[in-house]
């Protein structure tokens, strides 16, 4: 059973940046791909970023290409997310998930699920 711990969040001003970390219990977590949904209050979960075991496939969501940037070190058993020129409608509680098809992944489906980081941009 894989744990995700995510961190990283806090309050920045618009335009500011974060790095997100999810940290992995298992090296297991080597193989699977990996992704990070967001959910602000009222609103629907919504995908992010994710990418394969090996970063040779990265997806992100429109809202956030250009500014965002996953990546992972599978040596730290650890998944990143460099959030850039940060906005306001960012704001949400960010998790961290896994699943061993990126496809799936990208469909909503996932095997483990982190509790979330909480990313507040301030205008």
């Known amino acids: 059973q894989v744990q995700l711990v995510a961190s990283g969040g806090g309050l920045v001003q618009t335009g500011g940046s974060l790095r997100l970390s999810c940290a992995a219990s298992?090296?297991?977590?080597?193989?699977?791909?990996v992704g990070w949904f967001r959910q602000a209050p009222g609103k629907e979960r919504e995908f992010v970023a994710a990418q394969n075991w090996n970063g040779s496939r990265r997806r992100y969501a429109d809202s956030v290409k250009g500014r965002f940037t996953i990546s992972r070190d599978n040596a730290k058993n650890t998944v990143y997310l460099q959030m850039n020129s940060l906005k306001p409608e960012d704001t949400a509680l960010y998790h961290c998930t896994a699943h061993g098809v990126l496809d799936r992944l990208l469909n909503g489906e996932y095997e483990y699920w982190g509790q979330g980081t909480q990313v507040t941009v301030s205008s």
């Open positions: 298992e090296r297991t977590f080597s193989i699977y791909a």
